[in-house]
């Protein structure tokens, strides 16, 4: 079965431009940042920003409202790796990893605690107390897991019910030294993937098994519910989240892309990598058993793109649509099952001084927020109530925000927003 990104690619070759929705621009909503709310965010977040200083700050949407977390970040300039729930996000520096939690939660949540008699409403974001310290490589999230690669080995937080979490609750990977953080396939059969020694080696219960692939500098990976990928020196190779674990596949690029993309997302059924000019689709084709690796950029720059793409996302709940922020001061989102494409013009940023530096892509339930460093202003780009993706609002940032260093956006995740 074909992804519905690679249809619109082959739709995307024979019709016209009349296809093409324009933007409203934000003229039909609120671009003061006073309220932005002419409709209700049936599910609001807060983006949470870090700057070149040790301080974190948090846009609520329903506030309408910055504020700086009491809890500040262990060294300055930290990234933010947000999990795959959306409830909390990890707060990353070379020496140590924090964790926020949004004050949201999901909707399970609020039903069991309205039942309970229990009120979860206007929690204020926190640094949680938990860290894990060493020697930071990388922090990337894996199926509920931030997974943290710390002195060569793997340590696994869960991200459910974060704030309850303790040191306990970790759980380390120390068998070998790796060289990316250990992947999780299966919890319950407590199978991992692990890259050690120039190699990605399948261990179930700890204890490595006969399945492994060459794997040198492992650089990215990302997940969907069908597979796993992961990008090496070698290439870019699969495991099928089908079966046992007990083969890798090593894909093809298309001829008309130069290179891989490092930078990959997922919606849950579709994978998509991106660089700054090229777009790749990757799915399974159910009727040759096999995955596909399709050459996307047309459909990502259809919409009239002039400039390098700087980003892209799904969003978490309206997972047909997928953004690309371009350094020409638009947003691109393309509806991958209508084929149609949006551009929202980011209307305070100026395309002559901006550069892929300066903006910061998230993702929301129906939405795009996008932080502009240039412009100092943050953007909310949204569809509701039928109507096609446009700029809701626009907000100038708090003084108190230095450089930007990163931004994500945190708002519940339901998991049967990627079912298909």
């Known amino acids: 079965m074909k992804s519905s990104l690679s249809r619109s690619l082959m739709y995307l070759t024979v019709t016209s431009a009349s296809l093409f929705l324009t933007a409203c621009g934000g003229d039909s909503s609120s671009d003061n940042g006073d309220s932005g709310e002419e409709h209700e965010h049936e599910h609001s977040g807060r983006l949470l920003i870090s700057d070149d200083t040790t301080n974190l700050t948090v846009y609520d949407q329903s506030e309408s409202a910055f504020e700086t977390l009491a809890g500040n970040a262990a060294l300055a300039s930290p990234s933010l ?69 710390a ?50 080696v399948v261990y179930t219960e700890d204890s490595a098994t006969a399945v492994s692939t060459s794997c040198s500098s492992p650089a990215w990976h990302v997940e969907s519910e069908h597979m796993t990928l992961f990008g090496c020196d070698e290439g870019v190779k699969a495991m ?7 083969e890798f596949t090593s894909l093809q690029k298309p001829a008309t892309a130069t290179e891989w993309p490092q930078n990959w997302i997922s919606n849950g059924e579709d994978i998509v990598g991106y660089s700054a000019d090229t777009v790749l689709a990757v799915y399974e084709d159910e009727d040759t058993d096999s995955i596909v690796v399709e050459d996307a950029t047309t459909i990502a720059t259809s ?9 892209a996302a799904f969003a978490t709940e309206d997972s047909d649509a997928i953004a690309f922020l371009s350094d020409d001061a638009n947003l691109y ?28 892509l998230t993702a929301a339930a129906a939405g795009f927020p996008v932080t502009d460093e240039s412009s100092r202003y943050f953007y909310l780009i949204d569809a509701h109530d039928g109507s096609a993706y446009h700029l809701h609002s626009s907000v100038e940032l708090d003084s108190g925000i230095g450089n930007i260093e990163d931004a994500v956006f945190m708002h519940a995740i339901e998991s049967e927003a990627h079912e298909h």
């Open 240 to 246: 099928s989240m089908e079966g046992n674990f007990t």
């Open 303 to 311: 919409g009239g793109a002039s400039g390098n793409i700087c980003s």
């Open 333 to 360: 989102v393309v509806d991958t099952d209508t084929d149609a494409v949006t551009t929202v013009v980011l209307k305070f940023s100026d395309a002559s001084q901006l550069s892929c530096d300066d903006l910061h």
């Open 151 to 200: 002195d060569g080995a793997t340590q696994l937080v869960p991200a459910d019910d974060i704030e309850s979490v303790s040191a306990a609750n970790i759980e380390t990977f120390d068998a070998v030294t790796q060289s990316y953080p250990a992947l999780v396939l299966d919890e319950d059969s407590e199978t991992l993937l692990v890259f050690s020694n120039d190699n990605a």
């Open 81 to 149: 790796v947000l999990a795959d729930n959306g409830l909390s996000a990890a707060v990353v520096n070379s020496s140590s990893v924090q964790f926020v939690h949004s004050g949201l939660h999901s909707e399970e949540e609020e039903e069991a605690g309205e039942e309970a008699g229990a009120e979860h409403d206007h929690e204020e974001a926190d640094v949680i107390n938990l860290t894990v310290s060493g020697s930071i490589s990388k922090v990337v999230t894996s199926k509920g897991h931030f997974a943290i690669l």
